[in-house]
C-alpha cells in the first residue's frame, strides 16, 4: 500500500463547478497536510496546508481533514480554467521529510 | 530576492557520465531537499539536509550524492549516470513554519 494515494485522474468538471480531490494516508501518525498545484512543466506550489480535523478555507480553495478516516481533500470553488493543472497531496509525519502523492490531474472545461 | 535557484534546466548525459546540479536558496532556510519527479511517480525524495552540515537518505538516494556547502547551497551529484536516473530534479527549501515551502525551476535530465 502507497503511503499517500490519490486518484490520477483526469479529474474533468465544467467551468463555475467545484472540484473535489481527495487524498488517502496510511500512517496514523501523520500530523501535517499539504496541497500543491503544478502547472504543467511547472515546479509544484503549496497553495494549502491543514493540520487539525475539519475544514480551512482560503478564498476557492478549501482543505478538508478527518484522520479517523485517514484522508485529506481539497475543494475548489467556482473552477476556472487555469484551476487545470496537477494537485499533489503531501504528508508529514513526525521528523520525516514529505511523502508526496502521485497527484491528481485537474481539467477545467470551460 | 531570487528564492531558489536551480542550474542547469536541461542536461543531456551519456550513461557513466558524471555532473553535479547546483541548487541555492536566498531565504535563509535550514532545511534544503532534493527530490526527483518521474511520470505518475509523484515527488520522490533523493537526500536532505535539515541543517548545515547535515544530510541524510532519503526515499531514492542509491546513485547519488550530496553536499550542504553552507546555509545557500546544497548540491546533488551523478558519480555515473544511468538512463534509470532520466527525471526531473526539484530542489525545495522549507523554512521555520512548514508553510515556508518553494521549490525551485527543476532540473530536466535525460541520460542516454
Known amino acids: 500500500q502507497k503511503e499517500v494515494e490519490q486518484n490520477s485522474g483526469p479529474l474533468s468538471v465544467p467551468e463555475g463547478a467545484i472540484a473535489s480531490l481527495n487524498c488517502t494516508y496510511s500512517d496514523r501518525g501523520s500530523q501535517s497536510f499539504f496541497w500543491y498545484r503544478q502547472y504543467s512543466g511547472k515546479s509544484p506550489e503549496l497553495i494549502m496546508f491543514i493540520y487539525s480535523n475539519g475544514d480551512k478555507e482560503d478564498g476557492r480553495f478549501t482543505a478538508q481533514l478527518n484522520k479517523a478516516s485517514q484522508y485529506v481533500s481539497l475543494l475548489i470553488r467556482d473552477s476556472q480554467p487555469s484551476d487545470s493543472a496537477t494537485y499533489l497531496c503531501a504528508v508529514k509525519t513526525g521528523r520525516r521529510a514529505l511523502t508526496f502523492g502521485s497527484g491528481t490531474r485537474l481539467q477545467v472545461q470551460p | 530576492n531570487a528564492g531558489v535557484t536551480q542550474t542547469p534546466k536541461f542536461q543531456v548525459l551519456k550513461t557513466g557520465q558524471s555532473m553535479t546540479l547546483q541548487c541555492a536558496q536566498d531565504?535563509?532556510?535550514?532545511?534544503m531537499y532534493w527530490y526527483r519527479q518521474d511520470p505518475g511517480m509523484g515527488l520522490r525524495l533523493i537526500y536532505y539536509?535539515?541543517?548545515?552540515?547535515?544530510?541524510d537518505k532519503g526515499e531514492v538516494p542509491n546513485g547519488y550524492n550530496v553536499s550542504r556547502l553552507n546555509k545557500r547551497e546544497f548540491s546533488l551529484r551523478l558519480e555515473s549516470a544511468a538512463p534509470s536516473q532520466t527525471s526531473v530534479y526539484f530542489c525545495a527549501t522549507i523554512g521555520g513554519g512548514l508553510h515556508e515551502q518553494f521549490f525551485g525551476p527543476g532540473t530536466r535530465l535525460t541520460v542516454l
Open positions: 539536509s535539515a541543517s548545515e552540515g547535515t544530510t
Open positions: 531565504m535563509n532556510h535550514n532545511s
